[in-house]
């Protein structure tokens, strides 16, 4: 039998995203899930009547510059050792940063913003913010505030969020959310799930609920592209998978045939090529002059390809929603956050390139039709998280710490709007308590934690949420 050396598949990349992509199909596509003839009817590209999005800031975030602001005049510099709180905002030096909590312009129709921000968020000043600001959205988003974590760690905030399990040590326990809604949902739609610079897991579904992950929009492209000649399967084992074409002869050969690996890997071979065949790698060239509104929309005409900014990587979000290409799409939208040091004008850039972004996608998907009707904001939930916040505090080199409560931020289908739940202290912004049935406060409630969160999302849409072991957050269902 032939074998693959490394240096051959180093020397020959295209080949080598073409096999990573039939086996990601193989996957993600087939095993134990949607049939090919699934597939290949999804190819006109009919969008799902609900859609997610999983937005992850990367480090752990600075929930006074952003979600759970603190007004400087009380939370004066001379009280920090009563109520341990620094909002800091002093030390924005950026003219695009205020230095007081951000008030919401009214929205006509709406009535007053019940939300305010942190002055990462982005305020609706147009010298300062051409394009408005997420603040803008507030009639379409729920604030979720003093979120406990029970965690200090990255990989175990991150991974808690992304399941709503806590991790066994720092491992993943249980099935991504995004995974649970495909698992549950079964979407005729080409890539049920992406995932970009975000981890995907599946513990008790089949291979099409997995996602197709991504380090980047040209690794997307690149997955997607049609194959070439260079890009032919060429190996002998390659070849007697496809040559057994339902034929089994041997005992060996019936278990590689009957609905063993060798069937799996025809027909996901052919899903793959469907899928390549109908160019969905060209929906996310956004250099093609077919795709010109799109670069203007998020700004992306003075950059190259291929476009890894945050505004780039909402884009690669909003193509593939409303191109009918997936359902689910978690996104790394915001990196460089551990910041344990130095002033708070890094962190507050670093997330204003997030949030600049997400308005975009938000923008995007309110002017959107959807083919069901409405919008296609009407139609998607987003949630927003990082693995936990900062301390409220400023340390002695000019950084935050790793802190116990967080927030999250939940906007579009499913949940009431303008609405802020939960609460965390006016002394350390410990996590607050709550009557979980109501969402008042309660000195004798209870902690909001990231299962409730998850357990939410999926209700929104009336999925099934047991395996999170808790009650949603039913006072948010819309």
Known sequence: ?????????????????????????????????????????????????????????????????????????VFTADRVSETRIM???????????????????????????????????????????PNG?????????????GINMSTLTHEVGYRYFLTGKMPIGSAAR???????IVGQMKPAVPIPSIAQGVESYNDRYGGYANALRVSGLADLVLTLDPPSA????????????????????TCEEQALTARGVGTAYESSRGQMQTVMENKLSDSFRFQLAANQSVREFYGLTNQSYPYNSAAGRA?????????????????NLAGGLDTHFGTQQTHATNQRAGFDAL?????DLRATDHPSGGKFMDH??????????????????????????????????????NLVVGRSGDIGMSPGLVDLRTGAIDPNGSNIFPEHIIATVLASAKLDYSITRVDPLRFILA
């Open 174 to 180: 249980g099935s991504s959310t995004a995974t649970e």
């Open 380 to 417: 998607t939930t987003i949630l927003v998280f990082s693995e936990f916040a900062r301390t409220p505090t400023i340390n002695a080199t000019g950084g935050r710490d790793h802190h116990l409560s967080n927030s999250c931020l939940l906007i579009g289908a499913g949940i009431k709007h």
């Open 1 to 73: 039998m032939k074998k693959t050396r490394q240096d051959d598949l180093v020397s020959c990349p295209e080949r080598r995203t073409f096999l990573k992509a039939g086996a990601g199909f193989m996957g993600s596509l087939l095993l134990g899930g949607i049939p090919f003839k699934a597939v290949a009817q999804a190819t006109n590209l009919a969008a799902p009547d609900r859609c997610f999005v999983f937005v992850y800031f990367s480090g752990g975030w600075d929930q006074l510059l952003a979600l759970d602001p603190r007004d400087p005049a």
């Open 87 to 129: 909002p800091g905002y002093n030390l924005l030096t950026d003219s695009r940063f205020q230095q007081v909590p951000i008030v919401p312009k009214e929205k006509a129709g709406v009535g007053p913003s019940n939300i305010l921000f942190g002055p990462a968020i982005g305020d609706t000043n147009p010298s300062t913010s």
């Open 230 to 249: 260079a890009r032919q399967l060429d190996s002998e084992i390659e070849k007697s998978l496809i040559d057994l074409n339902g034929q089994p002869i």
């Open 359 to 363: 308005n975009l996608l938000v923008k």
């Open 315 to 331: 884009a690669m979000v909003a193509t593939a929603l409303k191109k009918g290409i997936s359902q689910c799409v978690s996104i």
């Open 133 to 145: 600001s997420l603040s803008d959205h507030y009639d379409l988003m729920t604030v979720v505030r």
